[in-house]
């Protein structure tokens, strides 16, 4: 690759990188693989900061932990939520981010019974 188109990829990148920072961007939890768990990658953006917020909303707090696309019960959106009473649950929302359904988050619940 020639030297100033290898300059530009790097100063495009990192100017990308840098609008990611500045933006403030939804934070994830994933899997050491990068997954968001149970459908596919966590997602950032804007349209995963809004997905986070109604989602956020419809739990009365919390911190989210992923966002994911999901097609499970009609939803577009999967949003993970850590509760302040520290339960987790899944927030389904559809693609005008309204709250499909909450559920109980099932990973969690998987760990919470092998453990006792």
């Known amino acids: 690759m020639p030297d100033n188109k290898r300059k530009l990829l790097v100063a495009t990148a990192g100017l990308v990188?840098?609008?990611?920072?500045?933006?403030?961007g939804v934070a994830l939890a994933g899997s050491g693989s990068?997954?968001?768990?149970?459908?596919?990658?966590?997602?950032?953006?804007?349209?995963?900061d809004r997905a986070t917020a109604a989602a956020l909303e419809a739990t009365g707090g919390g911190n989210?932990?992923?966002?994911?696309?999901?097609?499970e019960d009609g939803a577009v959106w999967e949003v993970e939520?850590?509760?302040?009473?520290?339960?987790?649950?899944?927030v389904r929302l559809d693609g005008?981010?309204?709250v499909v359904v909450v559920d109980a988050d099932s990973e969690a619940a998987d760990a919470a019974g092998a453990d006792g």
């Open 17 to 24: 990188l840098a609008a990611g920072i500045a933006g403030g």
């Open 81 to 90: 939520v850590t509760k302040a009473d520290g339960s987790t649950v899944d």
């Open 96 to 98: 005008s981010y309204k």
């Open 64 to 71: 989210a932990n992923a966002v994911e696309r999901d097609s």
């Open 34 to 48: 990068g997954s968001g768990g149970d459908d596919g990658p966590s997602v950032t953006g804007p349209e995963a």
